[in-house]
Nanobody, 118 residues
Framework: IHIVESGGGSVQAGGSLTLSCTET????????LGWFRQAPGKEREFVAS???????YYAGFVSGRFTVSRDNGKKTLSLQMNDLKSEDTALYYC?????????????WGQGTQVSVSS
């Protein structure tokens, strides 16, 4: 399984970014997909997931600011992030999901860095 995340960058608080992820090596349309993040000195945490029935799940800290979506034809997962806060600064990863908030155990991708300045 090969994972490539992109779209990160540096923004000021209140700004927006859209992250993208392409995953190959499995039948993309058969699985839930999700985003995780890891801030410096902190454990990696769940951010959002999306399933083929259209259901989405978010961590509590998202508070309506992020939108997760998928395009099965393009094998792409996206995360639209609005009203970014300094605490959103982290390395963001995508993963194939085992359940709403739990991922499969394959190796992590390189991630994409999001830096938010206040």
């Amino acid at each position: 399984i090969h994972i490539v995340e992109s779209g990160g960058g540096s923004v000021q608080a209140g700004g927006s970014l859209t992250l993208s992820c392409t995953e190959t090596g499995f039948i993309f349309a058969n699985y839930g997909l999700g985003w995780f993040r890891q801030a410096p000195g902190k454990e990696r945490e769940f951010v959002a997931s999306v399933w083929n029935d259209g259901k989405t799940y978010y961590a509590g800290f998202v508070s309506g600011r992020f939108t997760v979506s998928r395009d099965n034809g393009k094998k792409t997962l996206s995360l639209q992030m609005n009203d970014l806060k300094s605490e959103d600064t982290a390395l963001y990863y995508c993963k194939r999901m085992k359940s709403q908030r739990e991922h499969f155990g394959e190796r992590w991708g390189q991630g994409t860095q999001v830096s938010v300045s206040s």
